[in-house]
């Protein structure tokens, strides 16, 4: 059964730091697309950062140059490392997985509070 883990979320001030951890289990995870997504509340959910299997990555023009996505295939994780938080990033942020034949995976969701 497919299974996304995330962790690292919390409150931090603006302008720090946050590292996000994904585990996965259940996929083929060397194969697959992964990813980053966020939902503040009362908005639509969001792309924040994707890394395909070759490791090829590509962010929202809101987090690039602040935000790093990684990934460790051995250990089946994909981490986020997130710097200078602005109170806009504060959402919830939800690990993310390709599915066959565009299937999508999620995780349960971390919430990430920056305060001002």
């Known amino acids: 059964q497919v299974q996304l883990v995330e962790s690292g979320g919390g409150l931090v001030q603006a302008g720090g730091s946050l590292r996000l951890s994904c585990a996965a289990s259940?996929?083929?995870?060397?194969?697959?697309?992964m990813g980053w997504h966020r939902q503040a509340p009362g908005k639509q959910r969001e792309l924040v950062a994707r890394?395909?299997?070759?490791?090829?990555?590509m962010y929202a023009d809101s987090v690039k140059g602040r935000f790093t996505i990684s990934r460790d295939n051995a250990k089946a994780t994909v981490d986020l490392q997130m710097n200078s938080l602005k109170p806009e990033d504060t959402a919830v942020y939800y690990c993310?997985?390709?599915?066959?034949?565009?299937?999508?995976?999620w995780g349960q969701g971390t919430q990430v509070t920056v305060s001002s």
């Open positions: 259940g996929i083929i995870f060397s194969s697959k697309l």
């Open positions: 890394i395909s299997s070759f490791g090829v990555v």
């Open positions: 993310y997985a390709e599915g066959r034949w565009g299937s999508d995976y």
